[in-house]
């Protein structure tokens, strides 16, 4: 990572990851290693994948079909606003939602805008209550009393809410995405036995069958292949859930790959999405690689349907859901599609592509922040290692559930890909072609 590229990711950073990422680095140097702070070496983080052993079942784990309350984790997110939206519908629940801010007031208001970005209909607040936490703090965040009613009554939890960087390194993700499930187990054991839905993703997937398709499975193989601390801390908690499982504690995982926007009306949020800041990128370059990658993509609203309908069933064939969409889209596809929406975007051989183009980009494009990831060398083998395994991934048992339910896995056309094209216009995220 070149000094600019290293000085727009820390200026992303909030003062508390500066401060972790700081303490990571001066941990290596006081151990004599000078690599760079992304490339973790496996041992740290595959060590976390262990349960405490006080982490015990209170009983028969019971998946409750129609739950009184439900604990809700990132709700203030992209797929967060819909598990809400759909777990309001489907249950008659009290549903609580952990979220940061300075008060109760705030953790409303923040919960309401980010809803009001996907629903037209305010939050029913007699049934919708915020919680001021962090997930990443001890007993998440809350105040002794408010852990304590919580941990009485609360019969499962959909722990959703994870820090997404695609270029951070594990030790500054670790907080959000492994302790929080370590402090969501410790309250799925505490008081009364609750039930985990957790919303993990296809990049964390490593054990494959002879074929060398992703098992829909718990994990079980050496996970060393992940590259980058989001997939890593991802596979850190779905392990401790994995033991957590085997104990007799109630759990299921659901890894979706790429999400997508709305299917009815294209919102799709731009700021945080590593898919759209590629898009983005080629199009203010004019040129994109003509890489053999498939993104196995399902709108977010297919996904949480999906994800809140199997989690409310009596009874399903497994404990991991793979969302992964059969109806695959090439990338060289989504581009032509571009073309069509009017954006001169040229396929060129992916070499060309990153040696004339991508190395010449400055901080205005898109690509900037993330460029050590398509740079080539061994990160950008390892990232593309990641994306190229969701065109491989086994879903018998989501597939079975969903045809259960009435649903079935969302085709990615291009009227679907023009709605999109029509949110990024409207919302200023893409200029409109000449
Ligand atoms: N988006 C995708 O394409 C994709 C693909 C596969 C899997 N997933 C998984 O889907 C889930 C939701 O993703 P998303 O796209 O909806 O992400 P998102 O829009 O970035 O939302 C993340 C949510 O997590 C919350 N959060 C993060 N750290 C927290 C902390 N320490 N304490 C409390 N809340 C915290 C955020 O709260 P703030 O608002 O306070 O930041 C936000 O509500 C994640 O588990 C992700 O790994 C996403």
Known sequence: MDSQSRAEFLAQLSAEEKQRLLAHVLRKKAQGQTALPWETDPQEWIRDAKLDPRIQPLGQASRHTDPHTILLTGATGFLGAHLLHDLYDRTR????????????????????????RYFAHPLDSKRIHPLVGDMSQAQLGLSPQTYAKLAEQTDIIVHNGAHLHHIAPYALLKASNVDSTVAILELATTAKSKWIHYVSTLVAAVDRDTDGWLLEDFPQADPSELAGGY??????????????AQRGIG???????????????????????????????????????????MPNMAPVNFVSEAIVRIALSEDTPGQVFNLANPHLVPWVTLVTWLQGCGYPVNLVPKDVWREQHLRNV?????????????????????????LSK????????TAGMLARLNMSFPVIDQALWQRYVRFFQESGFLPRPA
């Open 231 to 244: 997939s890593q801390s991802k596979w850190v908690s779905e392990k401790l859930l994995s033991e957590a």
């Open 93 to 116: 629940a009290n549903i609580y939602c952990l979220v940061r801010a300075a008060d109760e007031r705030e953790a409303q208001e923040r919960l309401q805008a980010n809803f009001a």
């Open 390 to 397: 969701l065109a491989t991934v086994r879903n018998d048992g």
């Open 251 to 293: 759990v299921t995982l659901f890894r979706p790959g790429f999400i997508s926007g709305r299917s009815d009306n294209g919102v799709w949020p731009s700021e945080n999405d590593h898919l759209l800041r590629v898009i983005k990128g080629c199009v203010q370059m004019g040129y994109a690689s003509d890489s053999s990658l």
């Open 362 to 386: 400055d901080k205005e494009n898109a690509l900037f922040p993330v460029l050590p990831l398509y740079l080539g060398g061994d990160i950008t083998e390892r990232f593309v290692l990641l």
